[in-house]
């Protein structure tokens, strides 16, 4: 059975910083394209990172919204994915998905996916 739990979400003010963790069981993380969504109300999914499969140097996107603020690693012994958050904004407001699949870094849908955690952003 495939599982990846989210924790590390909360409340927190602008500028503040957030990690999520993703603890992954069924699958092996550096087998698989990992990735984290977020989705708020009203507003479209969006991919805010990915990373590449393997067990060396990974390789990871970011779309402008969130480049330069949040870094994805994982932690392949631990079979864990990571989101570190920096000088959070408004805008980050969401509930985060960690999730895993194999089609690459474009895509907008996975195979696996975790139940969320919420990180909330005060101004």
């Known amino acids: 059975q495939v599982q990846l739990v989210e924790s590390g979400g909360g409340s927190v003010q602008a500028g503040g910083s957030l990690s999520l963790s993703c603890a992954a069981s069924?699958?092996?993380?550096?087998?698989?394209?990992m990735y984290w969504f977020r989705q708020a109300p009203g507003k479209e999914r969006e991919r805010v990172a990915c990373?590449?499969?393997?067990?060396?140097?990974?390789?990871?996107y970011y779309p402008s919204s969130v480049k330069g603020r949040f870094t994805a690693s994982r932690d392949n012994g631990k079979n864990t994915l990571f989101l570190q958050m920096d000088d959070l904004n408004s805008e980050d407001t969401a509930m985060y998905f960690c999730?895993?699949?194999?089609?690459?870094?474009?895509?907008?849908?996975?195979?696996?996916w975790g139940q969320g955690t919420q990180v909330t952003v005060s101004s």
């Open positions: 990373i590449w499969p393997g067990t060396g140097r990974p390789s990871t």
């Open positions: 069924g699958i092996i993380v550096s087998q698989y394209y």
């Open positions: 999730a895993a699949g194999g089609g690459g870094c474009s895509t907008r849908d996975a195979d696996y």
